[in-house]
């Protein structure tokens, strides 16, 4: 049996990384291909994201939503912040 130390693991206040959405995308309420749509953000939207499941991304936008989008790892843009 073992455990995980507290410092080694991220809070869901405490994003893993920033981006820039590089196009429009669908905020969903699940990481799969039936979720439903939250909304719609558009390009350059700032986000937060808390956690990565293949091909989604959790992410939180500036207004305090959270919600999937479909980002592959890879095709964000950074903002000026620090990955973690």
């Known amino acids: 049996m073992g455990y995980v130390a507290n410092n080694t693991i991220e809070g869901e206040k405490r994003p893993l990384r920033r981006l820039t959405l590089p196009t429009s995308g669908k905020l ?14 558009p390009m350059g939207s700032p986000l937060d994201v808390l956690a990565v499941s293949n091909s989604f991304q959790l992410v939180r936008s500036v207004d305090g939503q959270t919600g999937w989008i479909f980002l592959p790892i890879g095709m964000e843009k950074p903002i000026n912040a620090t990955v973690r």
């Not at 969903?28 to 953000?41: C, E, R």
């Open 28 to 41: 969903v309420d699940a990481a799969g291909g039936q979720a439903g749509i939250l909304k719609t953000l």
